[in-house]
């Protein structure tokens, strides 16, 4: 398994291009800010996904990139008049020693796809071939391209990118319609005795004291339910033999991210579940435009795990979606039998992987067989059994002094 590491950008400003055949033109900026209205504008009325979005690109940029000093590349696409029609927020890495263009924090997105208007992207449609050149043209130091997490439809309509997909990812995401009526909806979802077993289950939580669901009263609030997060996924995970995906630039970022003000078009919403003065379950996603995101979530390691936490903040976070008249609720990337239960629209996931240069198709030819193993992984129910089990086992035991769950 690799790793990419940050590459520190020599990029001072704004590099223009030659006009493109299509009357377009391409440049690259440094910064998210410089560009802040008129993206905003942009994904008022295009083709945006909340990973791309302003405010996540500008709050990664600062929470991440400028610790780091990752080489950020922001494409933007203007036409003659100079009226932006397209936001590449990418990012160079080191892999293997080559320099790989990749969509900026791919380690936390669900979906990579570039804000566009529907003019540009009805142009890349019909002419992706184009774009992938003009972005070659563009962009220098490159040996590589990996965009990952490209949705082969976006709000029912196909990719404009998909002609330039290479690869099928391992991991679908899975969403499902809201509705005003969330007691409806339950019903039309899950089984009457499904319902029951749920009510049971929260009955006997309620043993360990009142439960209490909400979002964060305020800022230091918030602060604190995801520091608790990562504190349960760190655990489950190490029980399960994983490594912790969540490193300390991550976990930055999403509490830079909870911060944002409360005019921000996308929010963080870290819902959680405490039984009596105790937390137990965190459920934190976005809200852009009318979309529930689902990003992290995970439970306390202590006996109260037993009467599945879990399963009641997420009925309980679907709830409150229906009453904020929120459209969709989307799980996000990877299978889980709990997903399915509620899921009623699987949107497949694809990468782009492209040598330009000699250490380009070494990188190519190292990447491409471990997505292949990985996507076999994930679709067969065997196999990915197989893996979980064998990572369990060679977890490490739990210390003694450690409460039992």
Same mark, same amino acid.
């Given at each position: 398994?690799?790793?990419?590491? %940050?590459?520190?950008?020599?990029?001072?400003?704004?590099?223009?291009?030659?006009?493109?055949?299509?009357?377009?033109?391409?440049?690259?900026?440094?910064?998210?800010?410089?560009?802040?209205?008129? *993206?905003?504008?942009?994904?008022?009325?295009?083709?945006?996904? @909340?990973?791309?979005?302003?405010?996540?690109?500008?709050?990664?940029?600062?929470?991440?990139?400028?610790?780091?000093?990752?080489?950020?590349?922001?494409?933007?696409?203007?036409?003659?008049?100079?009226?932006?029609?397209?936001?590449?927020?990418?990012?160079?890495?080191?892999?293997?020693?080559?320099?790989?263009?990749? *969509?900026?924090?791919?380690?936390?997105?669900?979906?990579?796809?570039?804000? /566009?208007?529907?003019?540009?992207?009805?142009?890349?449609?019909?002419?992706?071939?184009?774009?992938?050149?003009?972005?070659?043209?563009?962009? #220098?130091?490159?040996?590589?391209?990996?965009?990952?997490?490209?949705?082969?439809? *976006?709000?029912?309509? %196909?990719? @404009?990118?998909? #002609?330039?997909?290479?690869?099928?990812?391992?991991?679908?995401?899975?969403?499902?319609?809201?509705? @005003?009526?969330?007691?409806?909806?339950?019903?039309?979802?899950?089984?009457?005795?499904?319902?029951?077993?749920?009510?049971?289950?929260?009955?006997?939580?309620?043993?360990?004291?009142?439960? $209490?669901?909400?979002? @964060?009263?305020?800022?230091?609030?918030?602060?604190?339910?995801?520091?608790?997060?990562?504190?349960?996924? $760190?655990?489950?995970?190490?029980?399960?033999?994983?490594?912790? %995906?969540?490193? %300390?630039?991550?976990?930055?970022?999403?509490?830079?991210?909870?911060?944002?003000?409360?005019?921000?078009?996308?929010?963080?919403?870290?819902?959680?579940?405490?039984?009596?003065? $105790?937390?137990?379950?965190?459920? /934190?996603?976005?809200?852009?435009?009318?979309?529930?995101?689902?990003?992290?979530?995970?439970?306390?390691?202590?006996?109260?795990?037993?009467?599945?936490?879990?399963?009641?903040?997420?009925?309980?976070?679907?709830?409150?979606?229906?009453?904020?008249?929120?459209?969709?609720?989307?799980?996000?990337?990877?299978?889980?039998?709990?997903?399915?239960?509620?899921?009623?629209?699987?949107?497949?996931?694809?990468?782009?992987?492209?040598?330009?240069?000699?250490?380009?198709?070494?990188?190519?030819?190292?990447?491409?067989?471990?997505?292949?193993?990985?996507?076999?992984?994930?679709?067969?129910?065997?196999?990915?059994?197989?893996?979980?089990?064998?990572?369990?086992?060679?977890?490490?035991?739990?210390?003694?002094?450690?409460?039992?769950?």
């Amino acid at each position: 398994m690799f790793e990419f590491a %940050p590459i520190r950008s020599e990029t001072t400003g704004a590099q223009n291009a030659a006009d493109t055949m299509h009357g377009l033109k391409v440049a690259v900026c440094a910064r998210a800010k410089d560009l802040e209205a008129e *993206w905003l504008e942009l994904q008022e009325t295009g083709w945006v996904t @909340p990973y791309q979005s302003f405010d996540w690109v500008n709050t990664w940029q600062t929470a991440v990139s400028d610790l780091t000093g990752e080489d950020v590349r922001i494409v933007t696409i203007r036409d003659d008049a100079g009226q932006l029609h397209g936001i590449f927020p990418l990012v160079v890495e080191l892999a293997w020693g080559t320099r790989v263009l990749r *969509w900026l924090a791919s380690s936390q997105i669900n979906y990579g796809m570039p804000v /566009m208007s529907d003019a540009f992207a009805n142009k890349v449609a019909e002419d992706a071939e184009w774009l992938f050149a003009e972005l070659l043209n563009t962009l #220098d130091g490159v040996d590589a391209i990996h965009l990952d997490k490209q949705p082969a439809t *976006w709000r029912g309509t %196909p990719n @404009p990118l998909a #002609d330039l997909f290479t690869d099928t990812g391992a991991n679908s995401t899975y969403l499902f319609d809201l509705e @005003p009526d969330y007691d409806e909806l339950y019903r039309h979802k899950r089984s009457k005795s499904t319902r029951r077993n749920n009510k049971r289950r929260d009955v006997k939580l309620q043993k360990f004291g009142d439960l $209490e669901f909400r979002l @964060p009263a305020d800022r230091e609030e918030a602060l604190r339910v995801i520091k608790t997060l990562f504190s349960f996924v $760190e655990t489950r995970l190490s029980e399960k033999g994983i490594k912790d %995906p969540y490193g %300390p630039m991550s976990k930055t970022f999403y509490l830079a991210l909870s911060q944002l003000p409360e005019t921000a078009q996308l929010q963080l919403s870290p819902y959680f579940l405490t039984v009596g003065d $105790e937390v137990v379950s965190v459920m /934190m996603g976005s809200e852009f435009q009318g979309v529930f995101s689902g990003l992290v979530c995970s439970i306390t390691d202590g006996p109260q795990k037993e009467f599945s936490p879990g399963d009641a903040a997420l009925r309980r976070t679907i709830e409150a979606c229906c009453k904020k008249g929120l459209a969709k609720f989307d799980f996000s990337a990877g299978h889980s039998d709990y997903k399915m239960h509620w899921a009623e629209e699987v949107i497949p996931l694809h990468d782009t992987l492209h040598a330009i240069s000699g250490g380009g198709y070494k990188y190519v030819a190292i990447a491409r067989p471990g997505l292949s193993t990985k996507r076999l992984i994930k679709r067969s129910d065997w196999l990915w059994r197989t893996i979980k089990q064998a990572r369990k086992l060679g977890a490490p035991a739990k210390s003694p002094s450690k409460k039992a769950g």
